[in-house]
């Protein structure tokens, strides 16, 4: 079938087959300028898997140089690039692959600002001005797991919701999309959770205690 479609094209249309590029099978398994289509009998246009790959790929290049530039710097450069590959690839048929992207966005946004904080005590001092509890903020605090585990822990989804990121101007790839969110405004899953929604708060909570029983505290992994 291959021979006899590159046989039209090259002979009654003069056009060259790039034959690396080339096959004939199923449009789930092929790619088109960044996009392929999903199976079934209601196909539908999807973002392929390479072009996922390297959107990611791109966000790791620009967030991983993070030294001497505050959380809002990082997030102001980052959209520049999300507002154009929203642009392009915003029109697709799943939203939900975007709205999975924009939780990956934030989750990786929040261990980048838990880098940042360093220090247990510093760390603590944060999670409680956010308004995040003692006890869940001494354990995150003093807890062994890694930047990118805590980033998705209730602590860190209630000390920094989606309310806070919209507030520094982080852009959504998932904007462009008429279909709803199954979460409701400015909450994340973990938020929802632990019953806290709305947009942030940052309450002037007094911290000079708590610092002292942080010290003392015998903090436990989460």
Known sequence: MLAGIE???????????NKAKSAVAKPSVRKF??????????????????ALAR???????????????SLAQIVKELSVYLIGWRGYFG?????SILRD??????????????????????RFAELRRRGVGRDRAAQTAGS???PWRLANSPALTIAMPIAFFSSLGLASVAALQTAKSTEPPDTDPYVRWCGRGGAARLP??????????FRTMSATPL
């Open 7 to 17: 046989k039209f094209l090259e002979k009654r249309l003069k056009l060259k087959v």
């Open 33 to 50: 300028l960044g996009f392929s289509f999903t199976g079934g009998t209601a196909p539908r246009r999807r973002i392929a898997p390479q």
């Open 55 to 69: 959107f990611k790929a791109k966000v790791r290049e620009l967030t991983r140089r993070t030294r001497g530039r």
């Open 91 to 95: 029109f697709c048929q799943t939203p």
């Open 101 to 122: 992207l924009d939780q990956w966005l934030r989750r990786r946004l929040r261990a980048i600002a838990w880098k940042q904080w360093k220090r247990g005590i510093t």
């Open 144 to 146: 062994p797991h890694g």
């Open 204 to 213: 002037p909570i007094p911290i000079g205690n708590d610092l002292r029983c």
